[in-house]
């Protein structure tokens, strides 16, 4: 396998639960508490511009209605994205792929960029975002690792940024999940932490790519996947696990 850039320990959407999710304050957090690589989410709005949000809709997370895809930058940019969480982050604005890039360039971070698609726009979305991450890291020691629970919006990811490393999200292990990452080069496949076990990852390794696992918050389960020689982990407990580990 090739050299793999990246730290084991990964904090989920910036600090896991103790932040408003994929705000750039929950990235500041997990940077505070010693945490050097993150996951998030990424999507497109209606006029193409790549930012960050998990659900398909804007209810549960941002002061906006409805489906996020379909409406410009220019109206999701005035939402509030933290008062949901606490009063502590109203007023925390949803940022940009770019937004984060830049902080994250800037302190020397390391970035999972979940691929999140509205559905019906996943080759596109996986594109749009891959064109961009090749833009704002270029020339950049280690490149962000792009991962979706689609195929569609890896393939896109593959056909505009080659160079840029992807990995599958898994939930289940559906037929011919491994055929499809091998297909789309994968560096890595990303599932379900309870999916993994001995021989799981060393059939994966067997195909070159790393076995990450996601989403992670109890010791016990933690332990399990270091002692079957796993790649990563994907967890909320910033406050629990120490990422020099």
């Not at 910036?14 to 999507?43: S, Y």
């Not at 409805?66 to 949803?94: C, F, I, K, N, V």
Request: negative net charge; charged residues 20%.
């Amino acid at each position: 396998m090739d050299a793999w850039p990246y730290p084991f320990w990964i904090a989920h959407r910036g600090a896991g639960r103790l932040a408003p999710e994929n705000t750039l304050a929950a990235f500041r957090l997990g940077a505070e508490h010693g945490w050097r690589m993150f996951e998030c989410d990424v999507k497109l709005s209606a006029d193409g511009v790549p930012f960050l949000l998990h659900d398909t809709a804007l209810d549960r997370t941002t002061s906006g209605h409805g489906t996020a895809g379909e409406q410009g930058w220019s109206a999701l940019a005035r939402l509030d994205a933290g008062g949901w969480h606490s009063r502590r982050y109203a007023g925390e604005p949803l940022p940009t792929l770019e937004n984060l890039a830049r902080w994250c360039l800037a302190n020397g971070h390391q970035l999972d960029i979940e691929i999140k698609p509205t559905p019906g726009l996943e080759e596109r979305t996986g594109r749009v975002v891959a064109e961009l991450a090749a833009h704002l890291w270029q020339g950049a020691t280690t490149p962000p690792l792009l991962t979706s629970f689609r195929p569609e919006s890896l393939w896109g990811a593959l056909q505009a940024a080659p160079q840029l490393p992807r990995g599958l999200l898994l939930d289940t292990l559906w037929d011919g999940c491994f055929g499809y990452a091998a297909q789309l080069r994968c560096a890595a496949i990303v599932c379900n932490h309870a999916l993994w076990d001995a021989a799981l990852v060393e059939q994966v390794h067997g195909m070159g790519m790393r076995v990450l696992s996601y989403t992670v918050n109890d010791e016990w389960a933690a332990e399990r996947l270091i002692s079957l020689g796993t790649d990563g982990i994907v967890t909320d407990r910033i406050d629990l696990f120490s990422p020099g580990a």
